[in-house]
C-alpha cells in the first residue's frame, strides 16, 4: 500500500506503508479475524478487554473502542476501531503505539505477520497497533470502514488550458462521489487529524500518561497532527520516512522535495558516467534528449501496448533512481532503449501501463490543491526549474492534481509544530532523511537518524536504526546528532 501514492514508481501525497502490501492477511484468516471481539469500551478511559484475536494463533491480542465518528459531537454516532496488542515480554514500562501508514495500512494484520521486529522492543514495553478508521476489508482492516471500492487511477495530467482544468476537476469529483455517497459523514471525517485523536482515544484507553508513537510513512503525518492537537501528551514520538505536513508554505515544501528528487536522479547520472556497463554516453544529456523527444509525443512501451509522455517517464525514471545501484543498470538500458522508439523499459513490473494512484480520501482532506490552472502551471514551471530532470514527479503537486474539484474541503491543512514538545526522532533512507529531518528539526533537541542508500523506512529493515529507535522510546535517549546508519 509508503505511499499508496509512491507506489512502484509512483510517488505524490503520500508514502506507502513501510511493510509491503502482501503483508495483508489472507482471504481465510481476515475471514477468522472478523468474527466478534470483545464489547467496545469507551473512548475516555475505560479499561480495555483484551483477549487472545480470534483464530489467532500468536500472542497478539484483540479488543474494540468505540470512539465518536466526529471528533466534535462527542455524543453523536459511534464507531469502532479494533486493537492488537502484542504484551511485553518482560516487565512492561508502558507501551509504544504503533501505525504503518498506506494511509490505511492494517496495523493488526501487519503486526501478526511482522512481529519479530518488535522482539527487542517488547522486553519492556507493550506493542499496540489498530487498523485506521474508514478503511476496512479492502485493505485488510477490521476497524469500522467506509463504503468505498478504492480504484486506481492514472496520475491526472497537468491541465494545459482552463477547458483542461475544467474537465480534470470533474473527473476528480466524480472518483470522490463514487465512494462519498454511501456514507457523506464518514468520507469528511478520515484525516490525519482524525487519526490523531483516535490515537488520543487510544492512549487514555491504555492508561497511559504519555503516547510513545511510532509512525511509519504517512502515518508520520498522524504524529504531526497528534503533536499539534495533544503537545502536552507526547513523551516519545518517532517519525520513519515521512513527509513533512508541517511547512505552512506547501509549495515551498513542494520546492524541497524537488530538490531531493534531483540530488536522487544525479546520483543515478553520476554513477553511469563512471560505470563502464552503462550503455549511456553522457547521462544527463541522454536523459533529457529522451524528455525533449517524449515532450513532442508519448514514446510507444510495445511490451505493455502503452504510450509513455515526458511526466510518465520521469516518475518511473525517479522510481529507479531512488532505488539504488541494484537498478541503475536497468535504467541506462531503458533510456537507451527509449531513444530507439520503445519505452517498455519504464513499465512497472506488476504490469501497469502508467504511473497511478488510489481514490485518496485522506490524502485530500490533508493538503491544499490548486485554485486554478495558472496556479498548477506556475507550480509546475517552478519545480522543473528546481528540479529539471525530474519536475514534479514525487512531490505532492503531481498528487494534490488528483484533489481538484473534491467534494469536501481540506480540514486539516499543514501547519508547523508547536512550542514545548519533547525532542522527536527521525529517521529514513535517501530522500526521506531529508524530508523527515525538515520535520523534526522544529524541535529543539531532535535528531534524525540517516542511511545513505535506497529504501523505504528503516525500522524494519535497519538494524542500527531500530537499536536507537528501541533505546529512545524505552529511554527517551536520542542518539547523537548526524548518525548515520
Known amino acids: 500500500?509508503?505511499?499508496?501514492?509512491?507506489?512502484?514508481?509512483?510517488?505524490?501525497?503520500?508514502?506507502?506503508?513501510a511493510l509491503p502490501a502482501s503483508t495483508a492477511l489472507p482471504a481465510a484468516a481476515s475471514a477468522v479475524l472478523s468474527e466478534t471481539l470483545p464489547t467496545a469500551a469507551s473512548a475516555r478511559g475505560a479499561a480495555l478487554e483484551w483477549r487472545p484475536c480470534p483464530g489467532e494463533k500468536s500472542e497478539l491480542e484483540c479488543a474494540d473502542l468505540a470512539v465518536p465518528l466526529d471528533w466534535d459531537k462527542p455524543d453523536g454516532r459511534k464507531i469502532t476501531l479494533r486493537l492488537g496488542r502484542l504484551p511485553a515480554t518482560g516487565t512492561a514500562e508502558g507501551s509504544v503505539l504503533i501505525a504503518y501508514g498506506g494511509p490505511g495500512g492494517p496495523g493488526i494484520a501487519t503486526t501478526q505477520a511482522h512481529a519479530e521486529i518488535w522482539a527487542n522492543l517488547r522486553t519492556?514495553?507493550?506493542?499496540?497497533?489498530?487498523?485506521t478508521r474508514g478503511y476496512g476489508e479492502q485493505f485488510g482492516g477490521?476497524?469500522?470502514?467506509?463504503?468505498?471500492?478504492?480504484?486506481?487511477?492514472?496520475?491526472p495530467e497537468f491541465p494545459a488550458d482552463d477547458a483542461d482544468f475544467g474537465r480534470?476537476?470533474?473527473?476528480?469529483?466524480?472518483?470522490?462521489?463514487?465512494?462519498?455517497?454511501?456514507?457523506p459523514e464518514f468520507f469528511a471525517h478520515m484525516s490525519s487529524a482524525d487519526h490523531a485523536r483516535d490515537m488520543e482515544a487510544i492512549r487514555q484507553a491504555l492508561g497511559?500518561?504519555?503516547?510513545?508513537?511510532?509512525?511509519?510513512?504517512?502515518?508520520?503525518?498522524?504524529?504531526?497532527?497528534?503533536?499539534?492537537?495533544?503537545?502536552?501528551?507526547?513523551?516519545?514520538?518517532?517519525?520513519?520516512?515521512?513527509?513533512?505536513?508541517?511547512?505552512?508554505?506547501?509549495?515551498?515544501?513542494?520546492?524541497?522535495?524537488?530538490?531531493?528528487?534531483?540530488?536522487a536522479m544525479r546520483r543515478f547520472f553520476d554513477w553511469c558516467d563512471d560505470e563502464d556497463t552503462c550503455p549511456l554516453g553522457d547521462a544527463a544529456r541522454?536523459?533529457?534528449?529522451?524528455?525533449a523527444k517524449a515532450e513532442r509525443a508519448p514514446i510507444a512501451a510495445r511490451r505493455?501496448?502503452?504510450?509513455?509522455?515526458?511526466?510518465?517517464?520521469?516518475?518511473?525514471?525517479?522510481?529507479?533512481?531512488?532505488?539504488?545501484?541494484?537498478?541503475?543498470?536497468?535504467?541506462?538500458?531503458?533510456?537507451?532503449?527509449?531513444?530507439?522508439?520503445?519505452?517498455?523499459?519504464?513499465?512497472?513490473?506488476?504490469?501497469?501501463?502508467?504511473p497511478d494512484l488510489t481514490t485518496p480520501v485522506t490524502e485530500c482532506l490533508d493538503w491544499p490543491r490548486f485554485r486554478d490552472r495558472a496556479e498548477t502551471a506556475a507550480a509546475l514551471t517552478r519545480l522543473r526549474r528546481i528540479a529539471p530532470d525530474t519536475g514534479a514527479a514525487f512531490t505532492l503537486a503531481a498528487g494534490a492534481l488528483a484533489c481538484v474539484g473534491w467534494p469536501v474541503e481540506t480540514t486539516n491543512p499543514p501547519k508547523p509544530l508547536p512550542s514545548g514538545l519533547p525532542p522527536l526522532l527521525g529517521a529514513g533512507a535517501w530522500v526521506e532523511s531529508a524530508m523527515t529531518a525538515r520535520v523534526v528539526r522544529?524541535?529543539?533537541?531532535?535528531?534524525?537518524?540517516?542511511?545513505?542508500?535506497?529504501?523505504?523506512?528503516?525500522?524494519?529493515?535497519?538494524?542500527?536504526?531500530?537499536?536507537?529507535?528501541?533505546r529512545y522510546l524505552t529511554d527517551r535517549r536520542t542518539p547523537p546528532r548526524n548518525t548515520v546508519c
Not at 500500500?1 to 506503508?17: D, Q
Not at 519492556?124 to 489498530?130: F, G, H, I, Q, S
Not at 522544529?442 to 528501541?470: K, M, W
Open 208 to 263: 497511559e500518561e504519555g503516547l510513545n508513537f511510532y509512525g511509519a510513512s504517512y502515518a508520520g503525518l498522524y504524529a504531526q497532527a497528534y503533536a499539534r492537537l495533544f503537545p502536552a501528551r507526547v513523551r516519545t514520538m518517532v517519525l520513519d520516512g515521512t513527509v513533512n505536513h508541517s511547512e505552512a508554505d506547501w509549495l515551498k515544501e513542494v520546492g524541497e522535495s524537488a530538490r531531493d528528487n534531483q540530488a
Open 442 to 470: 522544529q524541535v529543539p533537541g531532535s535528531v534524525t537518524i540517516r542511511h545513505e542508500g535506497p529504501g523505504h523506512t528503516l525500522y524494519p529493515f535497519n538494524p542500527c536504526a531500530r537499536d536507537h529507535i528501541d
Open 142 to 155: 477490521r476497524s469500522d470502514g467506509l463504503p468505498c471500492v478504492w480504484t486506481r487511477v492514472p496520475y
Open 304 to 354: 505493455v501496448e502503452a504510450s509513455y509522455d515526458a511526466q510518465d517517464l520521469r516518475s518511473f525514471a525517479l522510481g529507479l533512481a531512488r532505488a539504488g545501484e541494484e537498478q541503475w543498470p536497468a535504467l541506462g538500458r531503458a533510456v537507451q532503449d527509449a531513444l530507439r522508439g520503445d519505452a517498455s523499459g519504464f513499465a512497472p513490473p506488476r504490469g501497469a501501463r502508467y
Open 1 to 17: 500500500m509508503i505511499t499508496r501514492w509512491m507506489s512502484g514508481a509512483t510517488v505524490a501525497l503520500t508514502i506507502a506503508t
Open 168 to 183: 480534470l476537476s470533474d473527473t476528480n469529483r466524480g472518483y470522490a462521489q463514487a465512494c462519498r455517497h454511501g456514507d
Open 124 to 131: 519492556r514495553m507493550n506493542v499496540v497497533t489498530w487498523d
Open 286 to 291: 541522454d536523459w533529457r534528449r529522451l524528455l
